[in-house]
Structures are given as C-alpha cells and as structure tokens.
C-alpha cells in the first residue's frame, strides 16, 4: 500500500511563490510516475505536471515556464515549486503516483492553495 502526505499549501498574493511537498511511503516501484494534480472548484481535476524517476517531466500548458517539478528519488518525496501565482491557479492540489504496470492511482489527500489579493 502506497500512502502520500503533503505539505506546502496556503494563501499567497498573485505573483507569489509556494512550494509543495509529497512524501511517499510504502513500497515504490522504479518505474511509477509522480505528479501532481488540481481541482478546482467546479471543475475537473487536471494534470499540473508529473516525473518519471529518471526525471523526465511533463506539464500543462498553462503552468509551463512558472512551475517546476522535481523529484527526490532516495526520499520517495516529490515537489511542486510554484512560481508567478495567478487567481486561477486557485484549487486543492493533489499529490498521485501512477503504477504505470497496473493503472493504479494512488492519491493525496489534497491540499489547498488559494492566490488571492
């Protein structure tokens, strides 16, 4: 079984910065992709960005050139440095490792983040 924790949310003004963090505990296969995602209120939850343990990385359009995402292989820990903060990156993020040999989604319980003036 697979647990995540994260860390990191909270109120920032547009234009901010917030870091997120996701400690994975269980047993993590070497081929399982990391990644975060967001819901916002009344939509679907969508993909911000994710990272195979070589490092390879994918990410939205919207969030390119102002979120990075990283990983800490020796720590199972994955991390969302969210740079130039807009009102509409307002939503509950989620951290989620994808066993890409089974299909299986494990998921955060989420954690808010709210750009506000």
């Known amino acids: 079984q697979v647990q995540l924790v994260e860390s990191g949310g909270g109120l920032v003004q547009p234009g901010g910065s917030l870091r997120l963090s996701c400690a994975a505990s269980?047993?993590?296969?070497?081929?399982?992709?990391m990644g975060w995602y967001r819901q916002a209120p009344g939509k679907q939850r969508e993909l911000v960005a994710s990272?195979?343990?070589?490092?390879?990385?994918n990410s939205v359009d919207s969030v390119k050139g102002r979120f990075t995402i990283s990983r800490d292989n020796a720590k199972n820990t994955v991390f969302l440095q969210m740079a130039s903060l807009k009102t509409e990156d307002t939503a509950v993020y989620y951290c989620?490792?994808?066993?890409?040999?089974?299909?299986?989604?494990?998921w955060g319980q989420g954690t808010q983040v709210t750009v506000s003036s």
């Open positions: 989620n490792i994808r066993r890409t040999f089974t299909g299986t989604n494990y």
């Open positions: 269980g047993v993590i296969f070497s081929s399982d992709v």
């Open positions: 990272i195979t343990k070589s490092g390879i990385t």
